[in-house]
């Protein structure tokens, strides 16, 4: 596994001074963390240093899409904290005061949140805690963090894809399509037996509870799999060019999504692969991550449609169309799945 070098760099406690929000801090062999608390339930954060690393993916990596390249190289010249996990739902709750999602339960990851539902997350986080000031993670920064140092399809290394859902290097590190029903035990989850070449049989699927897998280099759980991610930035195409503190253009259409899910095919759950919806969707494989730090504050979204809302991530032109298709994806109405269920979620290629 390769991994890119850096030279250390101070971080907010080195000097014996932790944010000013921090309930917990300390130094690990991950790196540096830190620990908020919002009504009684906490979220720790992990450091992310400054410095430089290789975005995209290159040519010969399995399972690439287009979109992945041109490979090229960031700068990021201002470290930031984010989440060691997934929003959890009982995060959520003590925020909002409900909870949207549709696998329930306190340590599993909030789904059914929209891009704009985030920030108004974000907001009334702010309202109990005005020391806190979170925010989305560019993309760049999302992928930055999820690579933690490596240059492999993932953390873990390159990925060999046996099948749709069968890529044996993922089951430590991720919950996707080829495992996400293994000991499946929470009510209502969705009909997964159509599900094609699954690494371990299973018949019904969902999310699973946070930090169950292997955390990343940097100390980083659920990179991979479980939930996508909401990034801050419109979805565009990538320059060749250096490209410093990257943080998309002011205005699109749809959101970048990254991470894949437990709903995901195998390709699509490398540090590389890109997702996007609208920035109003909401199903139950759509989650969030908060960041901490530096970063552009989120740019105003298109208006929203007459229902106010979407749901579903859009499907890539050559992705095949599963069986089984059709299921309540947990927003404004049906919307069709992919095989009932997992992987490459409706990628767009407008």
């Not at 287009?66 to 990021?76: C, K, N, S, T």
Request: aromatic share 10%.
């Amino acid at each position: 596994m390769k991994r890119s070098s850096a030279p250390p760099t101070p971080h907010p406690i080195d000097q014996g001074h932790p944010p000013d929000w921090a309930v917990e801090w300390g130094e690990d062999r991950y790196g540096v963390f830190a620990s908020f608390e919002v009504e009684g339930v906490p979220q720790r954060l992990r450091w992310i240093p400054p410095g430089r690393f290789w975005m995209g993916s290159p040519e010969h990596e399995k399972g690439r899409w287009d979109d992945e390249g041109p490979r090229h190289l960031v700068e990021l010249t201002e470290g930031f904290w984010l989440a060691e996990t997934p929003c959890t739902q009982a995060l959520w709750q003590a925020v909002m005061g409900e909870n949207p999602s549709r696998f329930q339960s306190p340590q599993w990851p909030v789904e059914q949140v929209s891009w704009e539902d985030c920030h108004r997350f974000f907001e009334a986080v702010e309202e109990k805690e005005p020391r806190l000031k979170c925010r989305l993670p560019t993309e760049a920064e999302w992928e930055y963090a999820c690579r933690a140092g490596t240059e492999g399809a993932t953390w873990a290394g390159d990925l060999e894809i046996l099948g749709a859902n069968n890529a044996p290097l993922l089951d430590d590190i991720a919950w996707y399509g080829g495992n996400s029903g293994k000991g499946f035990d929470l009510e209502g989850g969705v009909d997964s037996s159509d599900w094609p070449e699954k690494q371990y049989d299973h018949t019904e699927a969902g999310t699973r509870e946070v930090a169950l897998k292997e955390r990343n280099p940097w100390g980083l759980y659920d990179m991979l799999g479980n939930v996508f991610e909401w990034c801050s930035d419109w979805k565009e195409e990538y320059p060749s060019e250096l490209q410093v503190n990257p943080a998309g253009s002011e205005r699109g259409a749809h959101r970048v999504l990254r991470g894949g899910s437990w709903r995901s095919y195998a390709q699509s759950v490398r540090a590389a692969s890109r997702y996007w919806s609208h920035p109003a969707a909401r199903s139950d494989h759509l989650g969030v991550r908060l960041a901490l730090g530096q970063g552009r504050g989120a740019p105003a979204a298109e208006p929203l449609g007459e229902s106010g809302r979407a749901a579903g991530v859009r499907r890539a032109r050559d992705e095949p169309e599963p069986p089984g298709a059709g299921a309540d994806g947990g927003g404004g109405g049906e919307v069709a799945l992919p095989q009932s269920g997992p992987r490459g979620f409706p990628r767009s290629r407008e």
